[in-house]
Every structure is written in C-alpha cells, then in structure tokens.
C-alpha cells in the first residue's frame, strides 16, 4: 500500500488522468504485479497466472511485468474463453468468495486512490446506475461547504489543514472528507487499449482533490512555457502509467523534465468542497512567477522600466499575419492582384 501511495504521488505531479479520470487500477497492476512475482521466484515457482478475460486492460498490465522473468504465464479465462457469468457459477459451486456489488453482479475494484464499477446493465450505456453503486461518495446536497488546505512540497502533497500526514493517511482522509460531498464521481465511456469502447463508472474523491490542488499551485508557480510543454509531458506519462509501463524508459525520462518543475511546485492550496464539486479558491507560494502591482489595474506602471504605453507596439503586431492573410485572401476572391507581401493592391481587368 505504501509503494502504491508513492506511485499515486507521482501520478499527481504528473496531473495523471486518461479520458478525464484519475488513473487508479493502471498504476495499482504494475505494483500487484511485482509483488506477485516477487512471491513466486522467492517460493520457486514455474509460472504465474491471472483470471483477466482477454477483452480488458489488466491482462496486458500484469503481463507487462510478468514476461520480464522467466516464468509462463497462465491466463485460464482468456485461454478458455470462460465468461464472468461462468466464473461466478464456479466460484459458487467450490465455496470460493466472490466480493462485488449485488452479489458480485458487477466488476469491482478498489484501492488507495480509486473504486471502479462495470458489469452487468452498466455495459448498456443508456441505463442510469442505481445510487446503491457507490460507496465512497454521498449523493450531491445542501451540506454545507467545506473549505480544505493541501500543503505540498516539491509537488507532493504532505499535509491537508495543517496536519503532516503520509501519503496513506492523507488519501484515506481526503477519500472521506470529499466524498462526503458527493466528489469525484466519473460516468464515461472509456477507449481501452484493445481498441473496445467500455462504459465505466469511477470513484475518487481524494483524487479529484489532489489534482485539482496541484495543477493550481503549478498554475501560481510555473511560467507559461512550463505549463504548455508540461501538459504534452503530463499527457504522455499518463498514458504509459494507463498502459502499465510506469517502468518504461520513456516514462523515467519524462519523469526527469515533471521532477525538475516540481522542485518550485511548494505552497499551499485552499479548494472549496461543495455540491459535488471541488475548486481552488487560494493558492500561495514562495515560488510564485506573479507580482500583485503588476498585475494590478490599480498601478500605472508595470515593473522593470516598463510602461502602459510599451504594450502599442505590441499590439500593432499582434495579429498582423493573420490580419495580412485574410486580406490576400478577400483580395483574390475579389480578383484583385496583390503585387506584395504589404497587403496593398492593385484591382486588375479581367
């Protein structure tokens, strides 16, 4: 759980989400996955198997770590063609327990940073879920806000109101405190990696709490450029941790360019639960690219020598090219021959 709380951390300096969801179960197969092979060389074993169908992400994920080693790999399910209805029987029949909602109606799973519900009538994209399928988030209501403080250092969050916690204790309480307002709860239709569309249903409160928290306090503390090359970076960690490659040399590499901006992502961030919904209402930091006269509409200069009046030039500039290409445009519609890059012409006869 520890190891899979770091990796969680990781996933929230790197704003991880695929399709608009925190990733929860792809970064939990990759640390299953070694812990299970761990077991099996220290116990000598000849091969490792899973109970994925072969229409999933999991088999691939698991996999991925597996056939690394010497071990085969056993895949009942897939290798069969067994159905979960079948499994379900099975499980029955030999006394094996089986936890899911409405006795193991659907698919579910849980841990640390989310809980996935699919299966059953939910594959029918135009049926509404019961309510009874959520357990870590209450139906949106009139409770009153919450205001809730999530302090970082170097993009790690480390304290929520003030009390230090590790990265277990502060998700458990964040997963109780945003859940009761009914946060983070995802309905959608998700592209896996097979190429099947699936429809899916999530739960992460804390998730959605964190990220939202952090991709603010980088908003206080990154330059424009930062921002905008790290949403491609983020992106593309993201979709190798969706993959399970969290140990790819693509993913240490990206790593390396999220760790470095990170090292100013310190401070503290101030989001408002309520209704379902959490957003940032403060943010504030040692780090932060802002300067309030600046800024200000209230002071006549900005800082550094530079004046109100500075900003003409720029935007007699701004927007020229396209000003000129349009013009171009109009004007060989027109049948008119542009004789120069100025945007001046000449009508000619046809």
């Not at 309510?131 to 170097?154: C, G, H, M, R």
């Amino acid at each position: 759980t520890e190891e899979f709380a770091d990796l969680c951390m990781e996933a929230v300096k790197a704003n991880a989400d695929y399709q608009g969801y925190p990733l929860g179960t792809a970064l939990a197969r990759p640390v299953i996955a070694k812990a299970i092979l761990s077991v099996a060389e220290e116990q000598g074993c000849s091969a490792v198997a899973h109970g994925c169908t072969g229409k999933g992400n999991d088999q691939l994920r698991f996999e991925a770590v597996w056939r690394d080693s010497d071990l085969d790999v056993i895949a009942p399910v897939r290798e069969l063609g067994l159905t979960r209805e079948w499994e379900n029987e099975y499980a029955a029949e030999k006394g094996l327990p089986v936890e899911g909602g409405d006795g193991g109606r659907y698919s579910i799973d849980t841990n640390l940073w989310s809980r996935s519900i699919e299966g059953s009538e939910l594959e029918d994209p135009s049926t509404i879920p019961a309510d009874d399928i959520y357990k870590w988030t209450e139906n949106p209501s009139d409770k009153d806000a919450e205001l809730v403080e999530v302090e970082f250092e170097e993009g790690v969050p480390v304290a929520v109101d003030g009390d230090e916690l590790g990265g277990v204790e502060l998700i458990e309480q964040l997963n109780a405190q945003a859940g009761a307002h009914g946060i983070g709860r995802t309905d959608m239709m998700e592209d896996r990696m097979l190429g099947l569309k699936v429809r899916e249903n999530y739960e992460h409160p804390a998730a959605t709490v964190l990220l939202t928290a952090h991709e603010a306090l980088e908003g206080l503390v990154l330059t424009q450029e930062e921002r905008q090359f790290k949403a491609q970076v983020d992106q593309e960690w993201s979709q190798k941790a969706y993959q399970g490659l969290v140990d790819a040399p693509l993913t240490g590499a990206l790593e390396a360019f999220i760790d470095d901006t990170n090292e100013r992502v310190t401070g503290t961030v101030t989001v408002k639960l309520e209704g379902g919904h959490c957003r940032p209402v403060s943010r504030e930091s040692d780090y932060a690219v802002y300067s309030e006269s600046a800024a200000s509409f209230n002071e006549e200069d900005v800082s550094g020598g530079i004046t109100q009046q500075d900003a003409t030039g720029v935007a007699k500039y701004h927007g020229f090219q396209s000003r000129l290409a349009n013009k171009i445009l109009a004007d060989a519609k027109k049948g008119a021959a542009v004789t120069d890059g100025s945007g001046d012409s000449e009508d000619t006869e046809e």
